[in-house]
Protein backbone atom coordinates (compact mmCIF):
# COMPACT_ATOMS: atom_id res chain seq x y z
CA UNK A 1 0.00 0.00 0.00
CA UNK A 2 2.75 2.64 1.05
CA UNK A 3 4.32 1.69 -2.45
CA UNK A 4 1.06 2.43 -4.31
CA UNK A 5 0.43 5.81 -2.50
CA UNK A 6 4.05 6.98 -3.71
CA UNK A 7 3.40 5.96 -7.16
CA UNK A 8 0.30 7.98 -7.48
CA UNK A 9 1.84 10.84 -5.84
CA UNK A 10 4.99 10.55 -8.51
CA UNK A 11 2.10 10.37 -11.31
CA UNK A 12 0.13 13.44 -9.86
CA UNK A 13 3.22 15.54 -9.49
CA UNK A 14 4.82 14.26 -13.39
CA UNK A 15 0.91 14.91 -14.32
CA UNK A 16 1.07 19.11 -13.54
CA UNK A 17 4.86 19.16 -14.50
CA UNK A 18 3.58 18.02 -18.07
CA UNK A 19 0.59 20.50 -17.60
CA UNK A 20 2.27 23.48 -16.77
CA UNK A 21 5.08 23.04 -19.39
CA UNK A 22 2.34 22.57 -22.28
CA UNK A 23 0.30 24.97 -21.20
CA UNK A 24 2.39 27.80 -20.40
CA UNK A 25 5.89 27.39 -22.65
CA UNK A 26 4.73 25.28 -25.34
CA UNK A 27 1.30 26.99 -25.70
CA UNK A 28 1.85 30.30 -25.71
CA UNK A 29 -0.58 31.49 -27.70
CA UNK A 30 -3.57 30.32 -25.01
CA UNK A 31 -1.99 32.11 -22.69
CA UNK A 32 -4.98 33.49 -20.75
CA UNK A 33 -6.58 29.83 -20.67
CA UNK A 34 -3.58 28.38 -20.12
CA UNK A 35 -2.97 30.59 -16.96
CA UNK A 36 -6.13 30.73 -15.54
CA UNK A 37 -5.87 26.59 -15.37
CA UNK A 38 -2.28 27.06 -13.72
CA UNK A 39 -4.22 29.32 -11.00
CA UNK A 40 -5.70 26.33 -10.25
CA UNK A 41 -2.90 24.35 -9.31
CA UNK A 42 -1.47 27.40 -7.48
CA UNK A 43 -4.04 27.24 -4.39
CA UNK A 44 -2.75 23.97 -3.62
CA UNK A 45 1.07 24.60 -4.24
CA UNK A 46 2.57 28.33 -4.35
CA UNK A 47 5.68 26.42 -5.69
CA UNK A 48 3.86 25.26 -9.04
CA UNK A 49 2.64 29.14 -9.58
CA UNK A 50 6.02 30.62 -8.90
CA UNK A 51 7.59 28.01 -11.56
CA UNK A 52 4.58 29.04 -13.91
CA UNK A 53 4.64 32.75 -13.29
CA UNK A 54 9.03 32.88 -14.05
CA UNK A 55 8.41 31.22 -17.31
CA UNK A 56 5.73 33.15 -18.59
CA UNK A 57 7.42 36.89 -17.75
CA UNK A 58 10.51 35.00 -19.80
CA UNK A 59 8.26 34.21 -22.61
CA UNK A 60 6.74 37.22 -22.96
CA UNK A 61 9.94 39.50 -22.13
CA UNK A 62 8.19 41.12 -18.71
CA UNK A 63 10.16 42.55 -15.71
CA UNK A 64 12.11 40.21 -13.89
CA UNK A 65 10.31 42.21 -10.61
CA UNK A 66 6.85 41.77 -11.98
CA UNK A 67 4.44 40.70 -9.32
CA UNK A 68 0.96 39.35 -9.67
CA UNK A 69 -1.38 38.30 -6.61
CA UNK A 70 -2.44 34.91 -7.03
CA UNK A 71 -5.63 35.86 -5.70
CA UNK A 72 -6.67 37.78 -8.92
CA UNK A 73 -6.50 34.29 -10.69
CA UNK A 74 -8.17 32.93 -8.16
CA UNK A 75 -11.07 35.25 -8.50
CA UNK A 76 -11.09 34.20 -12.30
CA UNK A 77 -9.67 38.07 -13.42
CA UNK A 78 -6.71 37.40 -15.25
CA UNK A 79 -3.83 39.15 -14.44
CA UNK A 80 -2.04 42.30 -15.70
CA UNK A 81 0.08 41.51 -18.79
CA UNK A 82 1.79 42.76 -21.79
CA UNK A 83 -0.59 41.14 -24.71
CA UNK A 84 0.89 42.82 -27.94
CA UNK A 85 4.57 44.22 -28.63
CA UNK A 86 3.49 47.50 -28.07
CA UNK A 87 3.14 47.02 -24.62
CA UNK A 88 6.22 44.94 -24.29
CA UNK A 89 7.51 48.07 -26.85
CA UNK A 90 6.53 50.75 -23.50
CA UNK A 91 8.27 48.41 -21.15
CA UNK A 92 11.38 48.31 -22.68
CA UNK A 93 11.21 51.94 -23.34
CA UNK A 94 10.39 52.37 -19.24
CA UNK A 95 13.09 50.14 -18.62
CA UNK A 96 15.67 52.37 -20.68
CA UNK A 97 14.36 54.87 -18.45
CA UNK A 98 14.94 53.98 -15.32
CA UNK A 99 18.35 52.77 -16.01
CA UNK A 100 19.09 56.43 -16.89
CA UNK A 101 17.95 58.10 -14.14
CA UNK A 102 19.46 55.61 -11.49
CA UNK A 103 22.62 56.08 -13.27
CA UNK A 104 22.47 59.24 -13.53
CA UNK A 105 21.52 59.78 -9.52
CA UNK A 106 23.96 56.89 -8.55
CA UNK A 107 26.46 59.72 -10.03
CA UNK A 108 25.46 62.60 -8.67
CA UNK A 109 25.24 61.30 -5.33
CA UNK A 110 28.78 60.11 -5.54
CA UNK A 111 30.12 63.41 -6.86
CA UNK A 112 28.00 65.90 -5.06
CA UNK A 113 27.56 64.39 -1.99
CA UNK A 114 30.60 61.51 -1.55
CA UNK A 115 27.88 59.02 -0.69
CA UNK A 116 28.69 55.32 -2.08
CA UNK A 117 24.98 54.94 -3.16
CA UNK A 118 23.11 51.88 -1.91
CA UNK A 119 25.88 50.26 -0.01
CA UNK A 120 25.53 48.33 3.25
CA UNK A 121 24.68 51.57 5.13
CA UNK A 122 21.53 52.59 2.98
CA UNK A 123 18.91 51.65 5.30
CA UNK A 124 20.06 54.33 8.06
CA UNK A 125 17.73 57.00 6.38
CA UNK A 126 14.45 56.09 5.41
CA UNK A 127 11.39 58.41 3.10
CA UNK A 128 9.91 60.53 5.72
CA UNK A 129 6.52 59.63 4.15
CA UNK A 130 6.76 56.55 2.63
CA UNK A 131 2.81 54.32 1.94
CA UNK A 132 3.14 50.52 1.09
CA UNK A 133 0.48 47.78 -0.12
CA UNK A 134 1.66 44.47 1.01
CA UNK A 135 -0.28 42.25 -1.21
CA UNK A 136 1.43 44.10 -4.21
CA UNK A 137 5.00 44.27 -2.31
CA UNK A 138 4.69 48.10 -3.70
CA UNK A 139 6.46 51.20 -1.32
CA UNK A 140 5.74 54.43 -2.38
CA UNK A 141 7.73 57.47 -0.94
CA UNK A 142 5.43 60.27 -1.39
CA UNK A 143 6.59 64.23 -1.52
CA UNK A 144 3.90 67.24 -1.53
CA UNK A 145 3.03 69.15 -4.43
CA UNK A 146 4.15 65.97 -6.73
CA UNK A 147 0.92 64.03 -7.32
CA UNK A 148 0.62 62.93 -4.20
CA UNK A 149 -3.41 62.86 -3.88
CA UNK A 150 -3.43 61.25 -7.42
CA UNK A 151 -1.38 58.79 -5.66
CA UNK A 152 -3.36 58.56 -3.10
CA UNK A 153 -6.66 57.82 -4.69
CA UNK A 154 -4.77 54.74 -6.30
CA UNK A 155 -3.05 52.94 -3.26
CA UNK A 156 -7.67 53.27 -2.02
CA UNK A 157 -8.36 51.78 -4.95
CA UNK A 158 -5.15 48.82 -4.29
CA UNK A 159 -6.00 48.67 -1.18
CA UNK A 160 -9.78 47.87 -1.26
CA UNK A 161 -10.89 51.49 0.52
CA UNK A 162 -12.37 53.15 -2.45
CA UNK A 163 -14.10 51.08 -5.32
CA UNK A 164 -12.57 54.21 -8.20
CA UNK A 165 -10.08 56.87 -8.00
CA UNK A 166 -12.91 59.50 -8.36
CA UNK A 167 -15.19 58.10 -5.46
CA UNK A 168 -13.77 60.77 -2.61
CA UNK A 169 -13.36 64.53 -2.52
CA UNK A 170 -9.57 65.50 -2.25
CA UNK A 171 -9.69 66.42 1.60
CA UNK A 172 -11.45 62.97 2.28
CA UNK A 173 -8.95 60.91 0.09
CA UNK A 174 -5.87 62.20 1.86
CA UNK A 175 -7.50 61.83 5.38
CA UNK A 176 -8.37 58.22 4.43
CA UNK A 177 -4.96 57.29 2.88
CA UNK A 178 -3.48 58.55 6.11
CA UNK A 179 -6.05 56.10 8.01
CA UNK A 180 -6.11 52.67 6.11
CA UNK A 181 -2.65 52.72 4.32
CA UNK A 182 0.25 51.49 6.19
CA UNK A 183 3.20 53.63 6.41
CA UNK A 184 6.83 52.55 6.67
CA UNK A 185 7.64 54.33 10.20
CA UNK A 186 5.23 52.31 11.37
CA UNK A 187 7.02 48.94 11.26
CA UNK A 188 9.84 47.54 12.95
CA UNK A 189 13.42 48.63 12.19
CA UNK A 190 14.28 44.92 10.57
CA UNK A 191 11.23 44.92 8.85
CA UNK A 192 11.96 48.00 7.16
CA UNK A 193 15.51 46.71 6.04
CA UNK A 194 13.18 43.90 4.43
CA UNK A 195 10.77 46.03 3.06
CA UNK A 196 12.80 48.16 1.36
CA UNK A 197 14.82 45.83 0.14
CA UNK A 198 12.51 43.36 -1.06
CA UNK A 199 9.24 45.08 -2.13
CA UNK A 200 8.79 47.47 -5.55
CA UNK A 201 9.97 51.17 -3.81
CA UNK A 202 9.28 54.33 -6.27
CA UNK A 203 9.31 57.85 -5.64
CA UNK A 204 8.88 60.63 -7.70
CA UNK A 205 10.15 64.03 -8.45
CA UNK A 206 9.62 67.45 -10.24
CA UNK A 207 11.37 70.52 -11.31
CA UNK A 208 11.99 72.40 -8.03
CA UNK A 209 11.02 76.04 -9.38
CA UNK A 210 7.54 74.36 -10.89
CA UNK A 211 7.07 72.65 -6.95
CA UNK A 212 8.01 75.85 -5.15
CA UNK A 213 5.40 78.04 -7.43
CA UNK A 214 2.50 75.00 -7.35
CA UNK A 215 3.00 75.51 -3.47
CA UNK A 216 2.50 78.97 -3.47
CA UNK A 217 -0.43 79.07 -5.65
CA UNK A 218 -1.86 76.18 -3.45
CA UNK A 219 -1.33 77.45 -0.12
CA UNK A 220 -0.63 81.37 0.35
CA UNK A 221 -1.16 82.71 -2.93
CA UNK A 222 -4.74 84.36 -4.48
CA UNK A 223 -5.49 80.82 -6.10
CA UNK A 224 -5.25 79.04 -2.35
CA UNK A 225 -8.41 77.60 -0.84
CA UNK A 226 -9.84 78.80 2.49
CA UNK A 227 -9.25 75.38 3.68
CA UNK A 228 -5.64 75.24 3.30
CA UNK A 229 -4.90 79.50 4.45
CA UNK A 230 -7.13 79.06 7.88
CA UNK A 231 -5.73 75.96 9.02
CA UNK A 232 -3.81 78.28 10.58
CA UNK A 233 -0.01 78.24 9.39
CA UNK A 234 -0.73 79.62 6.10
CA UNK A 235 -3.21 82.32 7.28
CA UNK A 236 0.31 83.31 10.33
CA UNK A 237 2.44 83.05 6.90
CA UNK A 238 0.65 85.44 4.93
CA UNK A 239 0.67 88.07 7.53
CA UNK A 240 4.49 87.43 8.71
CA UNK A 241 5.05 88.15 4.78
CA UNK A 242 3.11 91.15 4.40
CA UNK A 243 4.68 92.63 7.71
CA UNK A 244 8.28 92.23 6.76
CA UNK A 245 8.27 93.74 2.99
CA UNK A 246 5.20 96.14 3.61
CA UNK A 247 4.38 96.16 -0.51
CA UNK A 248 1.90 93.30 0.02
CA UNK A 249 -1.58 93.71 -1.68
CA UNK A 250 -3.83 95.57 0.52
CA UNK A 251 -5.95 91.89 0.88
CA UNK A 252 -3.37 90.59 2.44
CA UNK A 253 -2.33 88.27 0.26
CA UNK A 254 1.70 88.25 -0.50
CA UNK A 255 3.15 87.87 -4.41
CA UNK A 256 5.46 85.38 -5.17
CA UNK A 257 8.33 87.17 -5.15
CA UNK A 258 7.80 87.95 -1.49
CA UNK A 259 6.87 84.75 -0.65
CA UNK A 260 10.14 83.75 -2.50
CA UNK A 261 11.87 86.50 -0.70
CA UNK A 262 10.96 85.66 2.50
CA UNK A 263 11.80 81.48 1.90
CA UNK A 264 15.33 82.69 1.51
CA UNK A 265 15.97 85.50 4.10
CA UNK A 266 14.35 83.55 6.78
CA UNK A 267 15.75 79.99 5.60
CA UNK A 268 12.09 78.86 5.73
CA UNK A 269 12.03 75.96 3.93
CA UNK A 270 10.83 73.33 7.00
CA UNK A 271 7.30 73.12 5.22
CA UNK A 272 7.27 69.80 3.31
CA UNK A 273 5.17 71.38 0.90
CA UNK A 274 8.44 72.96 -0.18
CA UNK A 275 11.06 71.05 1.47
CA UNK A 276 13.99 69.83 -0.43
CA UNK A 277 13.11 67.22 -1.85
CA UNK A 278 15.86 64.97 -1.74
CA UNK A 279 15.62 65.28 2.33
CA UNK A 280 12.34 63.87 1.78
CA UNK A 281 12.83 60.95 -0.43
CA UNK A 282 16.47 60.14 0.80
CA UNK A 283 17.59 58.94 -2.74
CA UNK A 284 21.58 58.99 -2.00
CA UNK A 285 20.40 55.90 0.61
CA UNK A 286 17.44 53.94 -0.91
CA UNK A 287 18.05 52.15 -3.82
CA UNK A 288 14.72 52.94 -5.60
CA UNK A 289 13.48 51.05 -8.40
CA UNK A 290 11.65 53.42 -10.13
CA UNK A 291 12.33 57.29 -10.39
CA UNK A 292 9.12 59.44 -11.27
CA UNK A 293 9.26 62.44 -13.12
CA UNK A 294 6.03 64.66 -12.53
CA UNK A 295 6.98 65.82 -15.99
CA UNK A 296 6.35 62.27 -17.25
CA UNK A 297 3.76 61.39 -14.91
CA UNK A 298 1.49 59.46 -16.50
CA UNK A 299 3.66 57.04 -18.38
CA UNK A 300 5.54 56.53 -15.42
CA UNK A 301 2.82 55.89 -13.30
CA UNK A 302 1.62 53.25 -16.04
CA UNK A 303 4.99 51.83 -15.88
CA UNK A 304 5.13 51.37 -11.89
CA UNK A 305 1.14 49.78 -11.96
CA UNK A 306 2.27 47.53 -14.80
CA UNK A 307 5.45 46.57 -12.74
CA UNK A 308 3.04 45.52 -9.81
CA UNK A 309 0.73 43.47 -11.94
CA UNK A 310 -1.93 46.23 -10.62
CA UNK A 311 -2.91 48.07 -14.32
CA UNK A 312 -5.65 46.23 -15.75
CA UNK A 313 -7.22 47.18 -11.51
CA UNK A 314 -6.86 50.59 -11.43
CA UNK A 315 -5.99 53.75 -13.78
CA UNK A 316 -4.12 56.54 -12.98
CA UNK A 317 -6.36 59.22 -12.40
CA UNK A 318 -6.38 62.73 -14.12
CA UNK A 319 -6.03 66.33 -11.88
CA UNK A 320 -9.81 66.43 -11.74
CA UNK A 321 -10.67 66.70 -8.31
CA UNK A 322 -6.87 68.07 -6.93
CA UNK A 323 -5.45 70.84 -6.60
CA UNK A 324 -3.74 71.61 -9.96
CA UNK A 325 -2.26 74.78 -10.54
CA UNK A 326 -0.41 74.32 -13.97
CA UNK A 327 2.66 75.39 -12.52
CA UNK A 328 4.92 72.81 -14.77
CA UNK A 329 4.41 74.80 -17.95
CA UNK A 330 7.37 76.52 -19.35
CA UNK A 331 5.48 79.54 -19.94
CA UNK A 332 4.32 80.11 -16.58
CA UNK A 333 7.57 78.93 -15.40
CA UNK A 334 9.31 82.02 -16.86
CA UNK A 335 6.61 84.21 -16.85
CA UNK A 336 6.92 83.83 -12.26
CA UNK A 337 10.99 83.80 -12.71
CA UNK A 338 11.75 86.22 -15.17
CA UNK A 339 10.63 89.06 -13.16
CA UNK A 340 12.85 87.85 -9.79
CA UNK A 341 16.31 89.48 -8.95
CA UNK A 342 19.00 87.77 -10.06
CA UNK A 343 20.13 87.32 -6.27
CA UNK A 344 16.71 86.12 -5.42
CA UNK A 345 17.15 83.71 -8.32
CA UNK A 346 20.66 82.29 -7.31
CA UNK A 347 19.21 81.87 -3.52
CA UNK A 348 16.80 79.81 -4.20
CA UNK A 349 19.23 77.95 -6.57
CA UNK A 350 21.57 77.23 -3.75
CA UNK A 351 18.65 75.82 -1.68
CA UNK A 352 17.30 73.48 -4.55
CA UNK A 353 20.72 72.74 -5.92
CA UNK A 354 21.05 69.09 -4.64
CA UNK A 355 17.33 68.32 -6.54
CA UNK A 356 18.56 70.33 -9.72
CA UNK A 357 21.84 68.15 -9.75
CA UNK A 358 20.50 64.53 -8.56
CA UNK A 359 17.49 64.31 -10.79
CA UNK A 360 18.86 66.51 -13.92
CA UNK A 361 16.81 69.34 -14.03
CA UNK A 362 17.74 73.14 -15.24
CA UNK A 363 16.11 76.38 -15.81
CA UNK A 364 17.00 79.32 -17.75
CA UNK A 365 15.89 82.89 -18.12
CA UNK A 366 16.80 86.46 -19.48
CA UNK A 367 17.19 89.20 -16.84
CA UNK A 368 18.44 92.40 -17.62
CA UNK A 369 19.71 91.09 -21.20
CA UNK A 370 21.36 88.52 -19.72
CA UNK A 371 21.02 84.52 -19.46
CA UNK A 372 20.89 83.40 -16.59
CA UNK A 373 21.68 79.53 -17.06
CA UNK A 374 20.60 77.17 -13.95
CA UNK A 375 22.85 75.17 -12.68
CA UNK A 376 25.48 77.06 -13.32
CA UNK A 377 28.00 75.13 -15.78
CA UNK A 378 30.22 75.32 -12.50
CA UNK A 379 28.24 73.46 -10.78
CA UNK A 380 28.00 70.61 -13.30
CA UNK A 381 31.71 70.28 -13.35
CA UNK A 382 32.03 70.33 -9.52
CA UNK A 383 33.96 67.56 -8.38
CA UNK A 384 33.92 68.19 -4.68
CA UNK A 385 30.95 67.96 -2.22
CA UNK A 386 28.21 70.70 -2.35
CA UNK A 387 27.98 72.37 1.43
CA UNK A 388 24.64 71.10 2.72
CA UNK A 389 22.56 71.07 6.08
Known amino acids: MPCTRRTLIAAFCCSVVVFVTYAVIVEPLVFPDALDMVAVYSSHTGAIFNHAWTAVKSRYNLPRDLVVDKREYQNANYPCYPTSPPENTFIQRQQKIQHQRRHLLQQACHQYLGSDQFSATKMEKTPEVAFLLENYHLLYAQTAKIAGTSWDRVLLVLNGVANSTSQFGQSETIDLTKITVPRLENYKHSDRSF?????????????????????????????????????????LLRKRIQKKYQRTKPDGIPNFRDFAQYLVDTNSFSDPHWKENYKIVSPCDVDYDVIGHFETLEEDARYILTSVGADCLVEFPTSEGSAATNSSHTDTLVEHYKDLPRDLLEGLYERYKLDFLLFGYSFEVEIDGEMLQLPPPIDVRLKSKVTHE
Not at 223 to 234: K, L, S
Open 195 to 235: ILSNFTTFMFTRHPFSRLLSAYHCKVGPDATEEHVHRGFYD
